[in-house]
């Protein structure tokens, strides 16, 4: 099966950009497949469903958050899962460390977000991760447990799920953790979802300075099924070159 390639472009992009990467990703073989999957700001999600419609395009798309609340009601300025899967959205990263920071993101509002996003059907791609701090302490791996076990208080019943581990002091750094290191998480995530969600199909990614360079190495560790992209994939050679491991 392929690995899952998620190219989180953040608060990033232009109506122009979109309309041009879009029609290169539509184009590549290497990216026009369903595991490659392109995570934008959701006024662009709207422009990207429009052309993948019109070019029959195979990626698949995804929202970087959700709200909360479900369907619909008088919550000004908050998108649903609703909305978010009548444009075909596939995927929904969920607890991204820069929203659990700048946006105070409760593990109450992650659970229900998670559970809206399982009641549309959408995979939710839950995102955990260290600080630097953390780390050196030692205390990592009782830390991920922890934020792990928010998914225990989920009510809906999990078929797919997406846990991306992307280390803080990763992200956007250039500094990557080693195989080892990535290895020892994800194997972790996938003992955790075995126990306790033992219905749930686990796909687990790595994140944090993934590059054209140092993709192929990450996506051919043992226990990597996948990566998720922020700076990289906001240029469309980088992002090609990070698709054809
Ligand atoms: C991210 O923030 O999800 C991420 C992986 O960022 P970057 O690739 O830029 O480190």
Redesign the pocket.
């Known amino acids: 099966m392929s690995k899952l390639i998620i190219a989180?472009w953040?608060m990033n992009g232009s109506v122009e950009q979109i309309e041009r990467d879009v029609s290169i990703y539509a184009k590549c073989i290497y990216t026009n497949n369903p595991s490659v999957i392109l995570a934008l700001p959701n006024i662009y999600l709207y422009i990207a469903s429009q052309i993948k419609n019109k070019l029959g395009a195979k990626f698949s798309l995804a929202a970087q958050d959700v709200s909360e609340f479900i369907n619909y009601g008088a919550y000004t300025g908050e998108i649903s899962a609703t909305m978010l899967k009548e444009l075909g959205t596939k995927y929904l990263?969920i607890g991204?460390?820069?929203r659990r920071a700048y946006l105070n993101e409760t593990e109450d509002s992650l659970v229900n977000k998670i559970d809206n996003a399982l009641n549309e059907k959408i995979t939710p791609v839950f995102?955990i991760g260290e600080s630097k701090s953390i780390r050196e302490n030692g205390k990592y791996i009782n830390f991920l447990d922890n934020q792990l076990r928010i998914l225990l208080q989920v009510k809906s019943s999990f078929d797919k799920l997406v846990i991306?581990y992307?280390p803080i002091w990763?992200?956007?750094?250039g500094v990557v953790p080693n195989g080892e290191q990535i290895c020892e998480v994800l194997k972790l995530i996938k003992a955790f979802v075995q126990n306790y969600l033992p219905h749930a199909k686990i796909t687990a990614l790595y994140?944090?300075?993934?590059?054209g360079v140092n993709a192929y190495e990450i996506l051919n560790l043992p226990e990597v099924d996948g990566v998720?992209?922020?700076?990289?994939?906001l240029k469309p050679d980088d992002f090609i070159s990070i698709c054809t491991y």
Do not use: D, F, Q, R
Request: with cysteine; hydrophobic share 35%; net charge negative.
């Open positions: 989180n953040k990263i991204h460390s820069e995102c991306a992307e990763a992200i956007g750094t994140g944090g300075s993934v590059s998720l992209v922020g700076g990289a994939s």
